[in-house]
């Protein structure tokens, strides 16, 4: 490989060669007006993402004052430019008092969840959780333009708890088809969504962003399968073990795709400032496909592993990682690594559902092509680059 940089658009050449900005046009965005973000989950793996793309001082659409709320003290690798709120946007009245009192939020991201037992807690849980903040800026910020809303490819399949029950969209997934015949809580926040932004008279518009698995990096995110398959690996090397797929035959061998955690930023960005994208969901991909078989070998490679022979059958990682936790901790002891608990940094039921998926999963972009979008990421290079910016932070060796 030529380069290790990402082969996104133009280079942001105050970044060293490492941070991109993607090929978008300004369009419509009204360069020099001042916007005001508002990122609930800025601590996430997107909403990090946001954070620093939008105080960039060459921010798309820019320039840009950032709000950022999430549940937890303030950590120290938030951007210094973002004014921080703590805030659990379940209780309605710590929300109204944290965000009732923002007078000036013009653009509010949403890009948080909460994981309930079940579907139906996660629609009661979500629900309230993204209504409490939408009404509290409302009321206060009489300027708000635009409600970003980030789902994702469930869109498409349905609720983890109805693998296998509810017929899903042959690929690729396409924006505009009708809602699937079950309950889910994304139905449920585009309906929020939707109603508020009815109920302003056409003052207010709206994008819904649609990406499938996340390749990115956060502390105690739910949903991180990247660093879940590398401490996976570790734990393997750690105890002498070739590093042998766990998951199914038809997911190690079809083609899948991915969506770079930045390049979700990216388009989030661009459909809140760019007319044409406005007042519909875009589906948020890399724009290639990836065979998790091939990635296997890199990140074999990567850690000096042999890849184990694959017997056709995989097993559940959440039964055999269970009680692993004194040799991840000898691990972090062996590469003098960051002290994280296993189940902090790993998160076995979800590698168990990602990695035996039983139907392909590629959703089309071309709608965000066809109105100007023109980011994108290579898929491989973004699976690496999640190692490196593990190791950088001394989670991983």
């Not at 990682?321 to 902090?344: H, I, Q, S």
Request: with cysteine; glycine share 8%.
């Amino acid at each position: 490989m030529a380069s290790s940089a990402r082969q996104t658009g133009r280079l942001n050449p105050r970044a060293g060669g490492t941070h991109h900005v993607a090929d978008t046009h300004q369009g419509g965005a009204q360069a020099g007006e001042p916007k005001v973000a508002l990122i609930l989950g800025v601590t996430g793996i997107v909403g990090n993402y946001l954070a620093e793309l939008l105080t960039r001082p060459d921010a798309h659409g820019g320039p840009w004052k950032v709000y950022g709320v999430a549940r937890r003290p303030r950590p120290e690798w938030i951007p210094a430019a973002v004014e921080y709120l703590q805030a659990d946007l379940l209780d309605r009245e710590q929300t109204q008092a944290k965000l009732g009192a923002l007078t000036d939020v013009t653009h509010f991201f949403w890009t948080t969840w909460v994981q309930g037992k079940d579907e139906k807690e996660n629609i009661e849980l979500n629900s309230r959780m993204l209504q409490n903040p939408l009404d509290a800026v409302q009321s206060s910020s009489k300027n708000l333009q635009h409600i970003v809303l980030q789902t994702g490819g469930k869109q498409y399949t349905g609720p983890f708890e109805l693998i296998g029950k509810v017929e899903p969209y042959e690929s690729p997934y396409v924006e505009d088809v009708p809602r699937l015949p079950c309950e889910q809580y994304y139905y449920n926040q585009e309906d929020i969504v939707l109603e508020v932004v009815k109920k302003s008279g056409g003052r207010l518009t709206y994008s819904i962003h649609r990406p499938t698995i996340i390749f990115g990096v956060s502390a105690g995110n739910l949903m991180n399968i990247v660093g879940t398959v590398a401490v996976y690996a570790l734990i393997c090397k750690q105890e002498g073990k070739k590093l042998v797929w766990p998951g199914s035959d038809f997911t190690y061998n079809r083609l899948f795709d991915a969506s770079d955690a930045e390049l979700i930023a990216e388009q989030e960005i661009w459909a809140s400032v760019e007319p044409q994208a406005k007042n519909q969901a875009l589906n948020t991909t890399n724009g290639d496909v990836f065979k998790w078989k091939k990635l296997w070998k890199m990140m074999a490679d990567r850690f000096g592993m042999e890849v184990g022979e694959y017997s056709g059958e995989g097993v559940k990682l959440a039964e055999v990682m269970n009680g692993k936790d004194a040799v991840w901790e000898e691990v972090v002891k062996r590469y003098n690594l960051e002290p994280t608990k296993l189940d902090k940094i790993a998160h076995w039921w979800f590698a168990d559902i990602i990695l035996n998926q039983i139907d392909e999963n590629v959703s089309s972009m071309n709608r965000s092509k066809e109105l100007g979008f023109l980011g994108w990421r290579n898929t491989e290079r973004s699976f690496m680059e999640v190692l490196d910016k593990m190791k950088a932070n001394k989670l991983i060796p």
